[in-house]
């Protein structure tokens, strides 16, 4: 999502004026156009979807038009993006910025670059020399009819270069067990360790390993907030981030493989992925990917299909580090006081003449990301992303030109960053799954606590490399699941992570599969889009059956027209809270209602005795109900899940009535919530905030029969024919063609681009 400059106002606007103006500076999206730096002519077919279809007759000038056609599409989004990884935006926005920038800058790579660039595939540097070339390209056709938001807010995209597609960007929502390692320490602080275990236990289980020698005190919250700068708050109960599966052969009508995915990301405007067919000799590949990098992230080629689930694989850990009296840039580190290494940089900032030198501070360990004086110590954070190949989705470049499983596998080595559960398909019927990403080795402890730096006792011993993970090739059920929980064989024996998903999603997922049949395409629709709830069913069957209400005839479906759906999600907002109030420690009440997981406070519900659940389940349940009435109204008959949960896209710059007028698609009524397969996370007030964006299902029998949806559209241009028109499927549950073939894509061609030298 991009950044708000709610401050910015500039003239005054009508709703027909700024409408007008955007449509005037839209994009070329037909005809011919003369560009520098291509060697041979590209042609750009875009169906009905605005989908761009790219033929070229090389590499360099595919990924060239690649860049071109997002930037057609996308720039703005772009330039953000790029502005926010570099830590630029202060220099557009103003100070306010001066922190986040600072926060990226800290948390940038600075390691060896051909190590970088040989990470995601040989020819990767190539590619993204190609690419930004494209997009620089465009910015230079466009003159001053740049989309209307650089009018708005009075600056121009700068020069790309092929190393702004290694930055690394939202750290802190990508490590979801680093605000882990602060909420148990923390804990451990308040309640100690066994209390510690009851409230926030690990999956598998693990005893947890607080160091003797280092005090805990201290560690909370505050510690992340230079993080936080740069990606929002870091959550322990961080939303789920995606559903996929497959199916072989034996499970169809066509007898071959059906592949579904579904990444979650931040629901916005413009969204988050954008879909793109690459064609050349040696390319053929089709799906969604970011608009700021090249390649194809999830999606299939000619032969094969493959999409991913984040894994909760364990990439960082945070450090302790002991600080000299009188000088805390120096620390100790096995006996000797070291000097931190200190980088300063200048920050341009809008508004002001000189830059702000902000300094950044490392250890041997990595940034420093707070300082405690007064303490005498400081926290510095070791993470994967400062080693090489750990760009978000850049090691795709390799994934996009497999051909086969053995192909497939060696390809997920060089997918470092963020780990992920890759599925895949092939055209001769296999299916596989792969867990893939840069897993450091802990020789001597869990990584589930900070850890003294001073020691030196906790450092990484290496990596583990792909082919020491487990995988699984043709399974014997016929079908691979992942859906963010714990999907390690139970046999397994080294450490992955021990902060999954609570699973739910992934039970729905193979209680449908398990029942067989013979699947399709719409059926694998439908299970994308189920709203069956889970926990409704354990909870509600917790009650007693007088005390159910209308919660007793429900079917535990998070319709968007349903009142007891509607009931149910106020009452597990109640939940954690009224447990904690009744059971936990008071000096702990907050924080263990901030990280109870709900299968773990179930098991505690169902652990206590009768008396002590009975009352917890029905005065939670009666607060639910007084927020229901207050919210939806006396008459339980009028309530309405989507009355209260609703899915906005706002622009960035929407700040005034004509602006939200012109800029903001919807809102819609949404069903489901974070626990359902159709995952609609809510955020405050209902409002969705996570969810599928992306939809794809890919039919390995006829690649042409596969589908998609993207919301709110492909272009992130207001007055774009495709700005949202994609909104109102996603609304309903239904999809668009996804079109493969050379002879489909041209019969259902609306525009067609010739990108010539």
Wanted: charged share 25%; net charge neutral.
């Amino acid at each position: 999502m991009l950044p708000f400059a709610s401050g910015v106002q500039g003239r005054a606007e009508t709703e027909s004026q700024l409408a007008a103006e955007a449509r005037s500076l839209l994009a070329r999206i037909e005809g011919r156009i003369a560009v520098a730096g291509l060697r041979e002519a590209v042609e750009v077919l875009r169906d009905e979807w605005g989908v761009p279809h790219i033929y070229a007759k090389n590499s360099e000038d595919l990924f060239f038009a690649q860049g071109f056609v997002a930037a057609q599409d996308r720039l703005y989004q772009m330039e953000f993006w790029r502005r926010t990884a570099a830590g630029e935006l202060a220099e557009v926005l103003g100070p306010d910025y001066i922190p986040r920038d600072r926060a990226a800058r800290l948390m940038r790579y600075r390691g060896d670059m051909k190590a970088e660039w040989d990470s995601y595939a040989p020819d990767a540097r190539q590619i993204a020399e190609a690419f930004v070339r494209g997009i620089n390209a465009f910015v230079r056709q466009c003159g001053d009819r740049l989309p209307i938001e650089f009018r708005l807010l009075g600056f121009r995209p700068g020069e790309w270069k092929a190393e702004h597609c290694l930055l690394r960007h939202s750290f802190v929502a990508r490590s979801r067990n680093i605000a882990k390692e602060v909420a148990r320490a923390e804990m451990v602080t308040r309640l100690g360790v066994e209390a510690t275990m009851k409230y926030m236990p690990t999956d598998p289980p693990r005893k947890l390993d607080p160091d003797p020698a280092l005090s805990l005190q201290g560690i909370d919250a505050s510690v992340l907030r230079a993080l936080e700068a740069d990606s929002g708050p870091a959550r322990a109960s961080a939303p789920g981030e995606s559903n996929n599966w497959v199916v072989d052969g034996t499970l169809t009508t066509t007898g071959k493989p059906l592949l579904a995915v579904d990444p979650h990301q931040q629901v916005g405007l413009p969204g988050p992925r954008y879909v793109t067919h690459l064609v050349a000799p040696g390319w053929n590949v089709i799906g969604s990917g970011e608009p700021y990098l090249p390649g194809v992230a999830r999606g299939h080629n000619q032969w094969v299909a493959f999409g991913f689930t984040t894994s909760a694989f364990d990439q960082a850990d945070l450090y302790v580090e002991k600080t000299q009296a009188g000088n805390a840039n120096r620390y100790l580190y096995r006996g000797n006081w070291v000097n931190m290494r200190i980088e300063r940089e200048e920050i341009r900032v809008k508004g002001r003449a000189r830059p702000e030198v902000v300094e950044l501070k490392f250890t041997v360990h990595g940034p420093v990301i707070h300082e405690d004086p007064a303490a005498h110590r400081a926290i510095a954070l070791r993470w994967v992303g400062h080693e090489p190949g750990t760009q978000l989705y850049l090691g795709a470049l390799s994934l996009d030109r497999v051909r086969n499983w053995s192909e497939f596998r060696a390809a997920a080595e060089r997918w470092k960053m963020p780990s992920e559960n890759i599925v895949y398909a092939g055209t001769a019927g296999n299916i596989g799954w792969v867990p893939a990403g840069l897993l450091p080795i802990r020789g001597n402890w869990s990584g589930l606590l900070p850890v003294p730096g001073d020691t030196g006792a906790y450092e990484w011993d290496g990596f583990r490399k792909v082919a020491d993970l487990p995988w699984l090739f043709n399974p014997k059920r016929h079908f691979i699941v992942t859906a963010n929980s714990n999907n390690i064989p139970p046999d397994y024996a080294n450490d992955i992570g021990f902060d999954w998903d609570p699973g739910y999603r992934y039970r729905r997922i193979e209680e449908v599969l398990s029942r067989g049949g013979k699947f399709t395409v719409r059926d694998f629709e439908r299970l994308q889009h189920d709203e069956t709830s889970l926990p409704a069913r354990e909870l509600i069957a917790m009650l007693d059956p007088k005390d159910r209400g209308i919660l007793a005839v429900w079917d535990a479906v998070m319709s968007r027209d349903s009142g007891p759906a509607a009931l149910f999600e106020l009452w597990l907002g109640e939940l954690p809270a009224k447990y904690a109030e009744l059971q936990a420690p008071a000096e702990g009440r907050t924080l263990v209602a901030a990280n109870l997981e709900l299968p773990v406070l179930i098991r505690l519900l169902q652990a206590a005795p009768r008396a002590v659940s009975r009352r917890i389940l029905n005065e939670s349940l009666r607060q639910a109900l007084v927020s229901a009435r207050e919210r939806m109204g006396e008459d339980p008959r009028g309530w309405r899940w989507g009355t209260l949960h609703k899915a906005w896209f706002r622009h960035p710059l929407a700040n005034t009535q004509a602006r939200r007028a012109v800029f903001n698609p919807g809102p819609v009524e949404r069903g489901g919530d974070r626990l359902t397969v159709n995952a609609t996370t809510p955020g405050s007030g209902f409002e969705q905030r996570f969810g599928a964006t992306y939809r794809q299902i890919v039919d390995l029998a006829d690649w042409d029969r596969s589908v998609f949806t993207n919301v709110p559209g492909q272009s992130g241009q207001p007055g774009s024919p495709h700005y949202s028109d994609l909104l109102p499927l996603w609304a309903e549950g239904k999809y668009a063609s996804l079109r493969f073939t050379r002879q489909l894509v041209e019969r259902h061609a609306r525009h067609k681009l010739i990108l010539g030298p």
